[in-house]
């Protein structure tokens, strides 16, 4: 689909969720082009990692055995740092954020994969994404997040063999059916903010799917002649 400009230059921060293999960093780039054609200014970040900090975080986490506490301090530390540093200053300068995971991911992954307390979750989550600015301001959230939804056993089959997996992405289909339902349950109790894409689909229907979400905000226009 092909995209022009579009009015909003308020910041927007947009997260892509969804179990590994999903397809999510398949298509970040390319939303990343079709609003720079729209004439945003856009960041595109990923979590874990982000900042010098933060990634050194994310070498520790995707590779090092350690108690579940420690990687959910550890994820959390990154991403405060990673707002403090990366997304909450180009919000403020009206930009776009695309960042590759965020919270919800620690709910699918720590919380509902590896089984760890979800109520210490939302209290790490308010802790490290409030008090970020000079005023007081709400607990920072994506403004949308983009859910790639696969079965797990797809995501199996298409990452079989494309890359060496790290700590998560060698763990059994069990845990990416726990992780998935993870999913499923966080965009249950924030239907507003998610947009659940069929990942199943082939790639440019994906995309399709995906473009259409940001039309129907009004964050793109679809070009003369483009499909709507
Ligand atoms: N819609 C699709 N159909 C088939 N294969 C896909 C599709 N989207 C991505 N892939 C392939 O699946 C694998 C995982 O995609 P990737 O974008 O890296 O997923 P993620 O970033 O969610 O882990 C890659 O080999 C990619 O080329
Ligand atoms: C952000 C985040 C990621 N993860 C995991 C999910 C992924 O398996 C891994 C790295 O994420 P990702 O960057 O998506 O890996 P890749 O680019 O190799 O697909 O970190 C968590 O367990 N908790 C989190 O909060």
């Not at 960093?25 to 990692?49: K, M, Y």
């Not at 403090?84 to 919380?111: H, K, M, N, S, W």
């Amino acid at each position: 689909m092909a995209l022009e400009q579009a009015p909003a230059e308020r910041g927007l921060f947009i997260t892509f969720e969804g179990i590994d293999g999903a397809g999510k960093s398949s298509h970040i780039d390319g939303l990343a082009h079709a609003l720079r054609a729209a004439g945003r200014t856009v960041v595109v970040t990923r979590e874990p990692g982000g900042t010098p900090l933060a990634e050194k975080l994310r070498t520790l986490l995707l590779h090092d055995a350690m108690d579940p506490l420690t990687e959910a301090l550890l994820i959390f530390a990154g991403r405060r740092d990673h707002l403090r540093c990366v997304i909450e200053p180009a919000l403020a300068r009206g930009e776009v954020v695309l960042c590759d995971r965020f919270t919800d991911a620690t709910f699918a992954y720590q919380g509902a994969g590896r089984g760890f307390d979800t109520v210490a979750l939302l209290d790490l989550e308010r802790m490290a994404q409030t008090g970020l600015g000079p005023q007081p301001s709400p607990m920072r959230n994506p403004d949308l997040t983009l859910w790639f939804d696969l079965p797990p056993a797809v995501a199996a089959q298409r990452l079989a063999g494309a890359r060496v997996p790290d700590r998560f992405e060698a763990q059994p289909v069990a845990f990416f059916a726990r992780v998935a339902q993870g999913y499923a349950d966080r965009a249950a109790v924030a239907p507003q903010r998610f947009a659940r894409l069929d990942a199943a689909q082939p790639r440019e229907a994906v995309w399709a799917q995906l473009a259409d979400v940001l039309v129907q905000r009004g964050w793109l226009v679809p070009a003369a002649g483009a499909p709507a």
